[in-house]
């Protein structure tokens, strides 16, 4: 007996160790494979960004704080993923034809437009993207380099029919439904907004991290990023909680927290500049819109972030750990560090990096704004995150 278990143990060791060299190869071949793939255009480089531990805010707060580097994608964007399954279902129902003239409109603050004039470009369409005139003008410009026309309007109401999106939706409409097709593109009530994370992004990060993770943290524009991780993640993590990040002038704030669409920049008499009175572009937003609706239920609490502790974030991080994001970025991990002190050390939280800094520079990057609009931007060398976080 003694020597059939000596004899059972001996194979047993063999066909483990044998069976982690099979897997150890195949995790190797995969990651070569990974490495020194060819893609199929532009397409093909969207997605499977990487999560990336910031060392400053982990190190500070105790908790592992992670960051999806979306700013990774080939558009510089999130949006990438959002304006590649709105064109491609547009594509599978037949609305849409390539080569043929047909033009795809969008209604946009920035970079969902730079994400669809890339791609239309790319699958054979031209892109018509309406926008707000107060962005960075690296937005605009860069929407002309890919080849969009770009038209610019103010900043009003969304019950006034020349709103960005309200407009967009018409030249959609007067440019025809032959072959040659005007396509609304509808980013803030087409589904297939969350859809392409509740399909790509929120699968990622669950291969990433699994039920490690405690908290998710994100800003909401159009809210499809939110709903669609927030679907797919929390039916699979039973603990994970979801926090809304929103900068001044949004309502999203007061959604969550009270059920009420009210932001008190939108007082009588309070309004400072525009529609949404902050600095912060590409989250924030004063409706309730089809996208954000969908996980709305799903969302536990809400943070609000000013537009200094914002601009401070993005300088700390620079200082700190080398990394150049955009405002929405900022305002996230903002946020983030907010979650880890409320949850207490030994936590893992995910937050998205939407986009770098690089189409930032003339606005939220830009020291001569942001002391024209009053808002503090010098970080001192000895200033940490307990000196500007409340």
């Not at 558009?75 to 609305?95: H, P």
């Not at 809210?223 to 929390?234: N, V």
Request: aromatic share 8%; glycine share 10%; with cysteine.
């Amino acid at each position: 007996m003694a020597t059939l278990d000596r004899q059972s143990l001996a194979i047993g060791l063999v066909t483990g160790s044998l069976l982690t060299v099979i897997a150890t190869f195949y995790l190797y071949k995969k990651k070569e494979t990974n490495s020194t793939s060819i893609v199929d255009g532009v397409d093909g480089l969207i997605g499977n960004t990487p999560l990336m531990r910031i060392r400053s805010l982990s190190e500070a707060t105790g908790c592992t704080i992670l960051g999806k580097a979306e700013f990774l994608n080939p558009g510089g964007s999130s949006k990438d993923r959002v304006a590649l399954n709105v064109i491609r279902s547009a594509e599978e129902a037949g609305i849409l034809k390539p080569h043929r003239g047909s033009t795809v409109f969008e209604g946009t603050v920035g970079s969902t437009g730079i994400s669809i004039a890339m791609i239309a470009r790319a699958r054979g369409y031209r892109a018509w993207i309406v926008m707000p005139d107060d962005q960075a003008q690296e937005k605009y410009q860069l929407l002309e380099k890919l080849g969009a026309t770009v038209e610019k309007v103010r900043p009003v109401s969304i019950i006034d029919k020349n709103q960005f999106v309200n407009l967009a939706r018409r030249r959609a409409e007067e440019f025809g439904e032959g072959d040659v097709k005007g396509y609304f593109a509808d980013q803030f009530e087409n589904e297939f907004n969350f859809r392409a994370h509740y399909e790509n992004t929120g699968p990622e990060i669950y291969r990433q991290v699994g039920d490690k993770l405690d908290a998710l943290v994100l800003g909401a524009g159009t809210g499809g990023t939110l709903s669609g991780l927030a679907m797919y993640l929390k039916p699979r993590i039973s603990k994970l909680k979801v926090f809304l990040a929103d900068p001044l002038g949004s309502g999203l704030f007061n959604k969550v927290k009270y059920n009420v669409m009210y932001a008190p920049q939108e007082q009588e008499g309070t309004r400072k500049r525009h529609q949404v009175d902050t600095v912060v572009e590409g989250i924030g937003i004063n409706r309730l819109t089809y996208n954000f609706n969908m996980g709305r239920r799903l969302v536990d609490d809400a943070f609000r972030v000013s537009d200094e502790e914002a601009v401070k974030m993005s300088r700390f991080l620079v200082r700190e750990d080398g990394l150049f994001l955009g405002s929405s970025s900022a305002v996230n991990c903002v946020a983030a560090v907010r979650v880890a002190r409320k949850l207490g050390p030994g936590h893992v939280i995910v937050t998205l990096l939407n986009d770098s800094g690089q189409r930032h520079l003339t606005k939220f990057w830009s020291d001569d704004y942001l002391k024209a609009a009053g808002i503090p931007y010098v970080l001192a060398n000895n200033e940490g995150l307990d000196d500007f976080i409340e």
